[in-house]
């Protein structure tokens, strides 16, 4: 089955830039979802297919995908995005399923 | 405003079965699939299966076909998720979340999540 690796954790101060990181095999030609959950919520989707935004999230939040690597970047951090971060894809392989990665704490210092 | 507004939470015993509700607003419930995600306690997401509002038809993650049951009613726009057999390590925070072609099939409305605890 298709595996997605995350850091578990990374830390950025204040107006700083975040980049969370999702490995995967050949990621680049799959599209990649991404979610941020505070604690005691539900997810809420902040980037789809790569890069794109749903409407209502800030243009701070940006994504990329490449070979084996897709990127959330989050720019001028702002205390209120500390949340853990998932990706996801749909795994077109024999299992036909959704896949999501371990998931991301994003620490603001 | 599109929501989905789940079930309360549920205590039940090893080996019982539970069944969560999810009931869609605010848009065409037929128009698009829903999928149920759960999370257990301090870990991450767990794709559970998807259910096609319209026909009924369901796919399962193979780690819960047997147990898992997914269905609809289209009269109330509630679609159903039952797992049977339960265990402890069944002791999660159940999702459902709509899937929005429209941005290549994300997950883009999530219901409030319900709480089921296994225990005896």
């Known amino acids: 089955s298709y595996v997605l690796t995350q850091p578990p954790s990374v830390s950025v101060a204040p107006g700083q830039t975040a980049r969370i990181t999702c490995g995967g095999n050949?990621?680049?030609?799959?599209?990649v979802h991404w979610y941020q959950q505070k604690p005691g919520q539900a997810p809420v989707l902040v980037v789809y297919?790569?890069?794109d935004r749903p409407s209502g999230i800030p243009e701070r939040f940006s994504g990329s995908n490449s070979g084996n690597t897709a990127t959330l970047t989050i720019s001028r951090v702002e205390a209120g995005d500390e949340a853990d971060y998932y990706c996801?894809?749909?795994?077109?392989?024999?299992?036909?399923?959704?896949?999501f990665g371990g998931g991301t704490k994003l620490t603001v210092l | 405003q599109v929501q989905l507004v789940q079930s309360g939470a549920e205590v039940k015993k090893p080996g019982a079965s539970v069944k969560v509700s999810c009931k869609a607003s605010?848009?065409?419930?037929?128009?698009?699939?829903m999928h149920w995600v759960r999370q257990a306690p301090g870990q991450g997401l767990e794709w559970m299966g998807i259910?096609?509002?319209?026909?009924?038809?369901?796919s399962y993650a193979q780690k819960f076909q047997g147990r898992v049951t997914m269905t609809r009613d289209t009269s109330t726009s509630t679609v159903y998720m039952e797992l049977s057999s339960l265990r402890s390590e069944d002791t999660a925070v159940y999702y459902c979340?709509?899937?929005?072609?429209?941005?290549?099939?994300?997950?883009?409305?999530w219901g409030q999540g319900t709480m089921v605890t296994v225990s005896s």
């Open positions: 979340a709509r899937r929005n072609s429209q941005l290549e099939a994300a997950f883009d409305i």
């Open positions: 297919d790569d890069s």
């Open positions: 605010g848009y065409t419930f037929t128009s698009y699939y």
């Open positions: 259910i096609n509002p319209s026909g009924g038809s369901t």
């Open positions: 996801q894809v749909w795994d077109s392989s024999s299992d036909h399923q959704e896949v």
């Open positions: 050949n990621i680049g030609s799959k599209s």
